[in-house]
């Protein structure tokens, strides 16, 4: 089994697991870098709330919760993905520091359990189910805190489409990755 490593903070170094499964695919470590160092400019993870949807393994959360991120919680539908992120919590023995759901993204964001201060979304590479996942997202505001963020990651050539209650704060490409800030206008 192939692992990932925690880049910094409380568990820094630290390995999890992978999902296995083909259809994940895996933030490199240098992007997961650059995501957390362009958050703390725009958004704090210390002590904030964390939705990590689509989240496979979880390294993202993972990696907020190392930094200090009050609560993680993960979204997804696999059932790969769901016994890798319990494996990965029994790891880093965090379980009362994050909350998995076994569910569709699309589901999950119409009635979430709460607000949250960065949400983090990592869709599949599907033109057609990106953008849906992304105009279900930016239709409810409910998910999102007032003064919070979406990170976006996608692949360089997708393009989210207007919304009038979200703008799009910073964008970076790495290589075929893009990474987009979004957050509420006005």
């Known amino acids: 089994m192939q692992t990932l490593s925690i880049i910094t903070g409380k568990y820094k170094n630290q390995k999890i697991e992978q999902v296995e499964d083909s259809r994940t695919k895996y933030t490199p470590s240098k992007v997961k870098n650059a995501v957390f160092s362009?958050?703390?400019?725009?958004?704090?993870?210390?002590?904030?709330?964390?939705?990590?949807?689509?989240?496979?393994?979880?390294?993202?959360?993972?990696?907020?919760?190392?930094?200090?991120?009050?609560?993680?919680?993960?979204?997804?539908?696999?059932?790969?993905?769901?016994?890798?992120?319990?494996?990965?919590?029994?790891?880093?023995?965090?379980?009362?520091?994050?909350?998995?759901?076994?569910?569709?993204?699309?589901?999950?964001?119409?009635?979430?359990?709460?607000a949250y201060d960065i949400i983090f979304i990592d869709p599949p590479f599907n033109e057609e189910m990106f953008d849906k996942v992304m105009e279900t997202l930016l239709n409810h505001q409910q998910l999102l805190k007032p003064d919070g963020r979406i990170v976006v990651e996608c692949g360089g050539d997708f393009k989210i489409r207007e919304s009038e209650k979200y703008m799009i704060e910073d964008e970076h490409i790495y290589s075929s990755v893009k990474i987009e800030i979004l957050k509420r206008k006005g």
Do not use: H, W
């Open 38 to 114: 362009i958050l703390e400019t725009k958004k704090p993870v210390y002590n904030s709330s964390f939705l990590d949807l689509c989240a496979g393994s979880g390294q993202i959360g993972f990696e907020a919760l190392s930094r200090g991120a009050m609560f993680i919680t993960f979204v997804d539908v696999s059932e790969r993905a769901i016994k890798t992120l319990k494996n990965n919590s029994q790891k880093l023995n965090c379980s009362k520091d994050i909350r998995i759901f076994k569910k569709d993204v699309i589901r999950f964001i119409k009635k979430p359990p709460a």
